[in-house]
T-cell receptor
Framework: GQQVMQIPQYQHVQEGEDFTTYCNSS?????IQWYKQRPGGHPVFLIQ?????EVKKQKRLTFQFGEAKKNSSLHITATQTTDVGTYFC??????????FGKGTKLSVKP | EAGVVQSPRYKIIEKKQPVAFWCNPI?????LYWYRQNLGQGPELLIR????????DSQLPKDRFSAERLKGVDSTLKIQPAELGDSAVYLC?????????????FGQGTRLTVV
């Protein structure tokens, strides 16, 4: 079945440094969604990518969907303490199930 | 607009006891998901409803877990009897049209502790 693998599992950065998390699948994905979960909170939708090679930006966040639609990345420029949390990619399969990766936990040192 | 509402927020029970979680999705959302999230892990899908129909319950441990979504709105998830390994956060999410991969909105979750 559909599965997405995320790396790294943890990332510790100094405030102001950049951060990237990667999401990979062995199968072609129909789309990829990204969520952020703050400590003690619930996942919150960030964005959805659908097209091959798609790139979307939200302020300091840049999301990419690979040409083969088997991988995706989230890049944060100049991290801030408010970026702390766990970032999940989720695959919305053709049957509608939303399957999450294990997430990348980001900590930011001020 | 009200978000996804779950209750209770916290529940502590002894093993072998039953427990139930309740979810009220966003009005008009056809798709409802139940997830289980263990500490440090991603949400694990247990069951997905399209309106009142459970379209995928392949990951639901059916020997002890059951779920229902009467009238295609509210949903309950039950565990009977609970085991120590069931301790986790149970998240409910809803989506306008999950089959079309619309975004999912999550509730605050119910943190279950089985002692």
């Amino acid at each position: 079945g559909q599965q997405v693998m995320q790396i790294p599992q943890y990332q510790h950065v100094q405030e102001g440094e950049d951060f990237t998390t990667y999401c990979n699948s062995s199968t072609t994905l129909s789309n990829i969604q990204w969520y952020k979960q703050r400590p003690g909170g619930h996942p919150v939708f960030l964005i959805q990518l659908v097209k091959s090679g798609e790139v979307k930006k939200q302020k300091r966040l840049t999301f990419q969907f690979g040409e083969a639609k088997k991988n995706s990345s989230l890049h944060i420029t100049a991290t801030q303490t408010t970026d702390v949390g766990t970032y999940f990619c989720a695959s919305g399969g053709s049957q509608g199930n939303l399957i999450f990766g294990k997430g990348t936990k980001l900590s930011v040192k001020p | 607009e009200a978000g996804v509402v779950q209750s209770p927020r916290y529940k502590i029970i002894e093993k072998k006891q039953p427990v139930a979680f309740w979810c009220n999705p966003i009005s008009g959302h056809n798709t409802l998901y139940w997830y289980r999230q263990n500490l440090g892990q991603g949400p694990e899908l247990l069951i997905r409803y399209e309106n009142e129909e459970a379209v995928d319950d392949s990951q639901l441990p059916k020997d002890r877990f059951s779920a229902e979504r009467l009238k295609g709105v509210d949903s309950t998830l039950k565990i009977q009897p609970a085991e120590l390994g069931d301790s986790a956060v149970y998240l409910c999410a809803s989506s306008l049209h999950g089959s079309l991969n619309t975004e999912a909105f999550f509730g605050q979750g119910t943190r279950l502790t089985v002692v």
